[in-house]
Structures are given as C-alpha cells and as structure tokens.
C-alpha cells in the first residue's frame, strides 16, 4: 500500500412551437357584410331543440354552421387533424352529456398517448448523438465496460513495415458497422524489446467499444521512448492520412497509449502533439520525471510490484509532473506486476475504456466510472485525480 501522505494532493482526492392560428372554427364568414345576420339571429329568443326555422340556416348543417345559421367557409377543414379523435357516432337513444363524456375520455386518451411519445423521443439514442455527436453505442454499464467485448462487432487487417515509413507496420483493428458514422482512434506502443502481439489483447477490446485500435510494432525493439513517442505520431498519421479505414476515422478526435518505454513514449507523444483527445501510459518508464508541456488528458497506469519501472521512480513523479490544469489521473494496480497490461487485465480495460470514451468521444456518460474517484479494491491500490473533469 501506498502512504497515506503520498495519496492527497492538492485540488485532488483519494478515492410548440407556437400554432399557426387555426382556421375560424365558429364557421363565420370572413365577409364582414354577412356579421349582421348573425347578430340579429342571436338577439332571437332562446328556442329548445335546433333552430330549424331560423332564416338562412341550412337544415341539413351540423356542428359551427348550426350555431351561426351559415354554412362552414370553404377553406374550413372537411377532415379531422391527426390528434383529434374521431367523433363517436352515439347508440340510439343516448343522451349529449354520454356523447361529451366519451369525447373527453378519447381526448385524455389522445394526450397521454402523445405524451408517451414525446417521452420516448427524448429519452432515445437518436436524441443523446444529437447533443453529443461524437457518443458511440448504447448507455455504459458497470458490465459492459468490463465484458471481453462491448457492442461492435470487430475486424482486423495487417500493416506490413514495408508499406509504412517513420515505424515498424501493425494490426488495425476496427468496427464493422458503417451506421454510427465515423470513430476515435488509438495507436497503441508495445514496450523495450517487444512486439505489438505484447498489446494484442487491446486491440479487439477496445474496437468493440466504438475506436480504431493500432496495435504498432517499432522500427527496432530497443528504440528509447522518445523514439516510440514519434512512432505513435507516425502511425496515427498512416492511420488517418493512408490506411484503408481511413474513412472511418475522425482525424480530430485520436489518443495514444503504450507499455514500458512505449508508455514513456506516450508522454512524448502527448507532450509532441497537443492535439491529442487522450493519453494512457501503462506501466510507464522513461528518464525524464516532469512533463509541464502536457495539456492532454493523461490516465497513468502504475503497479505495485513492478521492479522494472518502480512507481516510486516512474509512475509516481510522472503523474506528479503533469500540470494541475490538466485533467490527470493516477492508478495503481494491486497485486500486479510491470508486465500485467501484456495479458487480458479487466482493471486496465474498464478504466481505458471509460478515459479514452470520456476524453475521446466527449461522452459524460462514462464519467461516473471516474468521478467520484475509484476506492481501492482487491484490484486497485491507489487512485489519484482530479473530480471533476474539465475537458
């Protein structure tokens, strides 16, 4: 465990439209000569049953002409509008009050009906991608950020190093569906003297979720950080500007990730181009300890028992290093190792997952994921950051 001094920091904690005027709906003439006879008509005295011996009515009338003694306007509606019931034809011998009793029980009918549905348009996928246009796949769920694969189905295609320049080729790994539009997209770094098989696991996990995944291998499996952190820049540029799923891709909205020095090389990458949507350095190793030039929003992954990039001497400072204005964070896994995100991790999935969908995609629905901030568990030592987000 860490101590408890070191988990405190600074600004940061532990764990209708208006209606058209409806047409004249009295029937009265928009001849202002016909007015008067109206007005005499109803100076009458007052007769029970229907006034059939009213001059001008016309006997075979209903409804407004009945009142006014005229017939409708020819531009009056002879069809009903779609959200008005159809009127009831009453059973012999029923009285009027039946007949209004019933209207309003259709009308009541009618209204909840359409409330049913307002409720309904609000509430759907089609109305959330209309205030985020960038949102991918259904409302997230604790499940559904930890499950092997989320709603897309995925396929892969290889990038030979002989058809790329500036790194060593890879897998691509993306969505199959067309409907959703374009995706974010991640280049994603193996570490010192591995290959990208070492990330492999990522690559359809993440896809799933709604991104491009570039698993990369380097130019030599001994290139220092700053190298992988040119690499990765390289590669998101082959991925947007010259792959064949180019089109699939929003160039504005890329992240990075990568392990060991291909974690250091995230920073770099970070600190190169700052433009980037979002960074995760797992297990991270580099010798430079500070990274003030770093304005994208950094998710770094420490383990306790990691001998080979100690968090004491990496993941730690490094996290330290970054600006306080930049939406950061700090996990570290218990009971792992430096080389625990080089197989299936369900902590490393659900908590990259929701940091490449928040900073990526700008989708708020995966911040509860990561405000209030993570207590530790059986998998989590420590996490660290800053709540709540301001990208």
Known sequence: MRPAARVAERGEGLTAPTSAARPNETGDSADPGARPAARQWQRQPHRRGRPADVPGRDPTCSGPCAITGRPLATTERTTPRAAE?????????????????????????????AAVVALSTLTSPGAQAADNPYERGPAPTE???????????????????????GFGGGT???????SDGTFGAVAIAPGFTAYQSSMAWLGPRLASQGFVVFTIDTNTTLDQPDSRGRQLLAALDYLTERSSVRGRIDSSRLGVMGHSMGGGGTLEAAKSRPSLQAAIPLTPWNLDKSWPEVSTPTLIV???????????????????GLPSATDRAYLELNGATH?????????IAKYSVSWLKRFIDNDTRYEQFLCPLPRPSLTIEEYRGNCPHGS
Do not use: Q
């Not at 691509?172 to 067309?178: F, K, L, V």
């Not at 004491?312 to 490094?318: D, I, K, L, N, V």
């Not at 080389?339 to 902590?347: A, C, R």
């Open 339 to 347: 080389f625990s995100p080089n197989t299936s991790n369900t902590t």
């Open 172 to 178: 691509i790994y993306y969505p199959t569906s067309t």
């Open 302 to 320: 420490g383990a306790d028992g990691d001998t080979i990039a100690p968090v004491a001497s990496h993941a730690e400072p490094f996290y330290s």
């Open 85 to 113: 019931p159809p009127t009831p034809t009453p059973p012999p011998g029923a009285s009027r009050p039946a007949l209004r009793g019933t209207r309003r029980r259709l009308a009541g009918l009618t209204a909840a009906a």
């Open 143 to 165: 499940s559904s950020i930890e499950a092997l694969r989320g709603p897309y189905s995925v396929a892969d295609t290889s990038v030979s190093s002989l058809a790329v320049t």
